[in-house]
């Protein structure tokens, strides 16, 4: 659903997951805000960063790589350093796709 932009699709499982007991994991979190990235909703990716954080799933290498792409994508390259900067300091090693972006 995210790769086809259906997000109102994806919104309404995620409600439906939470209402039956289920837990969204970081994957479920990442393929979102992957998606988000790649339509350019930013505000809405940075937001569903900080919940799942705030939840207490950290965030992991494919997470911190698809908001770098979304920033660079839109030319916000201090931004997408400061994201940089924030993956290395809670310990998560870019790889060449990082690198290549």
């Known amino acids: ?6 997000f109102s ?7 439906e997951m939470s209402e039956m ?3 969204p994991d970081k994957y ?3 393929s979102w ?4 990235c790649r339509q350019g909703n930013l505000v809405e990716a940075f ?6 954080v705030k939840e207490g799933i950290r965030p992991d290498l494919l997470t911190y790589s698809s908001l770098i792409f979304g920033l660079t994508s839109k030319g916000l390259m201090a931004e ?18 990082v ?3």
Request: net charge positive; with cysteine.
């Open 99 to 101: 690198f290549g972006i």
């Open 80 to 97: 997408a350093q400061q994201v940089f900067d924030d993956m290395l300091k809670r310990g998560i090693t870019p790889d060449c796709h």
């Open 1 to 6: 659903m995210c790769k086809e932009a259906n």
């Open 33 to 36: 805000i992957a998606g988000l």
């Open 47 to 52: 937001r569903l960063k900080n919940k799942m």
């Open 28 to 30: 479920v979190y990442t």
């Open 21 to 23: 007991g289920f837990i």
């Open 9 to 15: 699709g994806v919104e309404t499982i995620f409600s």
